[in-house]
């Protein structure tokens, strides 16, 4: 049984992976229409991902005896400078996500909601790689730039690793 102030925090996250998953298919949606069908993929890759974030947080929610409450997904942004826009923007956005697990893990602290803050912790962690990825990928969109012959490079390059992600969830599931 959690409290019911820490079900509302948890709820409130559920809503924000929603909106991760949301944007990154727009995301997606984006790319597939520019052609980069690697970037699309490892778009598509990270919504599966945020989907599957949001129903760990769901499932906890009902282990523990609380209820799930959903709430409306903003609507994401649609279009795009370009490819670097959308990595800048996806890393920006996992920054807010990190501080807002920072927050729930404070508030679980406050409570002495143990078992809230070990649940949490995976999280906690998954947020280092995410953030790593994307800063990763930006430098290397910096490094070959964003048209031609590297932009090839890049899409092709996710393109194997949205393969890999996919088939990673797939054998956790
Ligand atoms: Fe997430
Ligand atoms: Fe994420």
New binding site residues.
């Given amino acids: 049984m959690i409290s019911k102030a820490m079900a509302q925090r948890l709820n409130g996250q559920v809503n924000k992976?929603f909106y991760?998953a949301y944007f990154?298919m727009s995301m997606s949606a984006h790319s597939e229409s520019e052609n980069l069908k690697g970037i699309a993929a490892w778009f598509m890759a990270?919504y599966d991902?945020?989907m599957a974030?949001a129903m760990k947080i769901y499932r906890y929610l009902h282990d523990q005896g609380a209820r799930v409450e959903l709430d409306a997904v903003d609507k994401p942004p649609t279009t795009f400078a370009g490819v670097l826009d959308m990595f800048e923007k996806?890393l920006d956005?996992?920054r807010e996500?990190t501080a807002s697990f920072n927050e729930l893990v404070d508030a679980a602290l406050d409570e002495r909601d143990h078992a809230t803050n070990i649940f949490l912790q995976w999280f906690v962690t998954?947020?280092i790689e995410?953030e790593a990825t994307v800063s990763d990928i930006i430098g290397r969109v910096k490094l070959v730039g964003e048209r031609g012959e590297g932009l090839f490079m890049i899409d092709n390059e996710l393109a194997g690793v949205a393969k890999q992600m996919s088939t990673t969830a797939a054998a956790q599931a």
């Fill in positions: 992976e991760s990154y990270k991902e945020e974030h996806t956005h996992e996500v998954e947020q995410e």
